[in-house]
């Protein structure tokens, strides 16, 4: 394929498509566990970076060697694990460097031991707009690979660094379609956190849509399953309720997680605030306020137990891989 004259400079995609039919050719004759996993939503605010984080944590604290990559301008992974303007927050630069120049997707440090992170930021626009650039470009073609080679942008930096992790977490800005069809492309399994308001829904079915064009270009990605979050736990007639309207939404493509995450706003503003998970938060115990240090326990108690479902579901998702 030719070098394309973009906005950024030459960019040639003739070895992101190379490397992305190899990875094809490797997934069609290889027992490959699925390792890489998207959470998104199209809309915003509905707990997408915080749960990544959250489960990020909880994965590395059992062993697993975890890469955490934000694709998202805002950056709010930085403030969850507290390395907001430290060396490590490097505002998306290492991703540019990965998908614009081809070098290797290297995390910018270790946040907490195991679990590894590349930043997003405001450097990201510099993807964003080449992105768009690509597809446009590509819309001019008349081969069908060519037309689609754009998306595999992500799946081939990923699949370089793939056999270094156990999990590979992706962190999807809501209102990027060309992120997040690179995120499905170049991902295993799909998590879409969801409130249960209208617009929350409307995003998961945004979601969905992208979820059918990039299962095209990547056959082998499975929705996991969709989490409901900021609910009130207390109110379990109306949990119910919410997850069988997420569940119509869904047209049984996927499970609604039993584990639902609750609404906490003074624990989840305490918790990003000292840039530490919930789960961590109790090494903080007398410094904060008992009422909300309550409320914070919790909250970890949730994305622990959603942790345990998480890990069901892919240990599940693994072995139907195997039986296959």
């Not at 959470?39 to 590395?60: E, F, I, R, W």
């Not at 301008?73 to 930085?78: A, Y």
């Not at 207390?234 to 995450?261: W, Y």
């Not at 904060?288 to 959603?306: G, Q, T």
């Amino acid at each position: 394929m030719a070098t394309i004259t973009a906005s950024f400079g030459l960019v040639d995609l003739s070895a992101t498509r190379d490397a992305h039919e190899l990875r094809q050719k490797h997934l069609d004759v290889t027992p490959l566990d699925r390792k890489v996993v998207v959470l998104v939503n199209g809309k915003g605010g509905v707990g997408k970076s915080s749960t990544s984080a959250a489960l990020a944590y909880d994965l590395a604290a059992i062993g697993n060697r975890v890469l955490l990559i934000e694709m998202d301008e805002q950056g709010n992974n930085c403030e969850d694990l507290g390395i907001t303007g430290t060396a490590m927050d490097d505002r998306g630069a290492a991703q540019v460097s990965a998908i614009l120049d081809g070098v290797p997707l290297v995390p910018t440090g270790e946040a907490r031991p195991n679990l590894f992170v590349v930043p997003g930021g405001i450097e990201l626009e510099h993807i964003v707009e080449e992105l768009y650039v690509q597809r446009r470009f590509a819309s001019y073609m008349d081969d069908e690979v060519d037309k689609n080679t754009w998306m595999c942008m992500y799946a081939a930096a990923i699949n370089a660094v793939r056999d270094e992790y156990d999990v590979i977490i992706l962190d999807v800005a809501p209102g990027s379609e060309v992120l997040q069809l690179q995120a499905l492309v170049a991902g295993d399994m799909v998590m879409i956190p969801s409130k249960s308001d209208p617009s929350s829904r409307k995003g998961l079915r945004v979601v969905a849509r992208r979820f059918g064009q990039a299962l095209a270009q990547n056959p082998r990605i499975r929705l996991l399953g969709v989490l409901l979050f900021a609910t009130n736990t207390s109110a379990t007639l109306v949990q119910k309720q919410i997850k069988q309207n997420l569940e119509a939404d869904l047209g049984g493509a996927a499970p609604v997680f039993k584990q639902a995450i609750r609404h906490v706003e003074a624990a989840a503003v305490a918790c990003r605030s000292n840039g530490r998970v919930p789960q961590e938060m109790h090494e903080l115990k007398g410094k904060v306020e008992p009422s909300v240090m309550k409320s914070i326990a919790s909250l970890a108690s949730d994305y622990r137990a959603l942790g345990m479902e998480f890990l069901q579901a892919w240990t599940a998702l693994n072995k139907e891989e195997d039986a296959a």
